[in-house]
């Protein structure tokens, strides 16, 4: 399958901070999109991006679909407790191809 | 409520057995996917079918197998074949192949 790389692998940060991670790959992909997982559960979709260059938001949440179409970031303002869980990158191509997560903490 | 139901939640079996997992959606979606998820790796695709009576293989097809005999149902076997089962299964369901998958909340098999 496709491998995309997800960075950084874990992230610990201070609540009330600023979160950003990126999901680069070889591959062109025709869609990008973002899951959360909480621990235990199945993942949950955040975000998806349709187009190269479009720029989206869900309240605090922000990701952008890379020019390149191998790319894609997203952003979290103002982080809070709750935005703990781990972040997967998914690209679309046929099939959907997901990042490795990167595992975020919040400490309050 | 609609969503994706997943049993058991836990489950634990010797070695060389097969195992089953249940998966029912009430989205009527028309795809449905089973994931393995290990530490560390992002979700490896294992089966999915599109429509009811078909499904293709993943990227880790091997030991394990399916069936979509109704829309709403997508049980995956987990077979003595597969060489290390022990792996958080997840399901999920889509209307059309835009990669919004709805997942269920997993399955956890331990194989001892």
């Known amino acids: 399958g496709q491998q995309l790389n997800q960075s950084p692998q874990s992230m610990f940060i201070q609540e009330g901070e600023d979160v950003s991670m990126n999901c680069t790959s070889s591959?062109?992909?025709?869609?990008w999109l973002w899951y959360k997982q909480d621990p235990g559960e199945g993942p949950v979709l955040l975000i998806a991006l349709y187009k190269a260059g479009e720029l989206t938001s869900n309240g605090r949440l922000t990701a952008q679909f890379g020019i390149t179409r191998k790319d894609s970031f997203l952003n979290i303002s103002a982080s809070i407790p709750s935005d703990v869980g781990i972040y997967f990158c998914a690209g679309l191509i046929d099939n959907l191809f997901f990042g490795t997560g990167t595992r975020l903490t919040v400490i309050p | 409520d609609g969503g994706i139901t997943q049993s058991p939640k836990y489950l634990f079996r010797k070695e060389g057995q097969n195992v089953t997992l249940s998966c029912e959606q009430n989205l009527n979606h028309d795809a449905m996917y089973w994931y393995r998820q290990d530490p560390g790796q992002g979700l490896r695709l294992i089966y999915y079918s599109q429509i009811v009576n078909d499904f293709q293989k993943g990227d880790i097809a091997e030991g394990y197998s399916v069936s979509r005999e109704k829309k709403e149902s997508f049980p995956l076997t987990v077979t003595s074949a597969q060489k290390n089962p022990t792996a958080f299964y997840l399901c999920a369901s889509s209307q059309g192949r835009t990669g919004e998958l709805f997942f269920g909340e997993g399955s956890r098999l331990t194989v001892l």
């Open positions: 591959s062109i992909f025709n869609t």
